[in-house]
T-cell receptor
């Protein structure tokens, strides 16, 4: 069974500092990895994805994520945090294609990011 | 505007009173899914649908029903709600559950906050 772990329930960072939100995964075969962001009273919004190729993936709002196969990690990063980045972040994984049933996304429990002015 | 629309946004009901949460998407997506979000548990999948008239159980289907009579609509039905179904519910959709669109992200609605007393 596939799984995602987000080891930190909350991350606090000062505005202007770099931020990292951690994610590790477990799947069969090559993973399809996603990051989503949830602002208060809103649904989840897609940020970025890793499918194959370059290990550093760039996404929306200046976010990027680094895929590390040996460590089975897909950490979300941003060079300079903004107060408006404060939100709940979810990592998700889909395992290698093995039929329509393998399409399901498994989500982590989420990490609350607070950017302090 | 491409979107997933859920109604209602907020719902308070009593134990045993049947209710339906509607979900509609205007992107001609084949795949649709329902999740519930609970603190400390992240997102858990309730039911999903690969296409019209094709539905299947997710991780936490007990106490829920779904139907997919048309491509755009995927209502969630609680025949006899109980307090443990108090939660935040999200509907999501994506292109197709097949290998050619395996890297497609999910598009989420804004959520329905359900309270069962």
């Amino acid at each position: 069974a596939q799984s995602v772990a987000q080891p930190e329930d909350q991350v606090n960072v000062a505005e202007g500092n770099p931020l990292t939100v951690k994610c590790t995964y477990s799947v069969s075969g090559n993973p399809y990895l996603f990051w989503y962001v949830q602002y208060p009273n809103r649904g989840l919004q897609f940020l970025l994805k890793y499918i194959t190729g370059d290990n550093l993936v760039k996404g929306s709002y200046g976010f990027e994520a680094e895929f590390n196969k040996s460590q089975t990690s897909f950490h979300l990063k941003k060079p300079s945090a903004l107060v408006s980045d404060s939100a709940l972040y979810f990592c998700a994984v889909r395992g290698a294609y093995s039929g329509a049933g393998s399409y399901q996304l498994t989500f982590g429990k989420g990490t609350k990011l607070s950017v302090i002015p | 505007e491409a979107q997933v629309t859920q109604n209602p946004r907020y719902l308070i009901t009593v134990t045993g009173k049947k209710l339906t949460v509607t979900c509609s998407q205007n992107m001609n997506h084949e795949y649709m899914s329902w999740y519930r979000q609970d603190p400390g548990l992240g997102l858990r999948q309730i039911y999903y649908s690969m296409n019209v008239e094709v539905t299947d159980k997710g991780d936490v289907p007990e106490g829920y029903k779904v139907s997919r009579k048309e491509k755009r609509n995927f209502p969630l039905i609680l025949e006899s709600p109980s307090p443990n179904q108090t939660s935040l519910y999200f509907c999501a959709s994506s292109l197709k559950a097949q290998v050619s669109s395996y890297n497609s992200p999910l598009h989420f609605g804004n959520g329905t906050r359900l309270t069962v007393t």
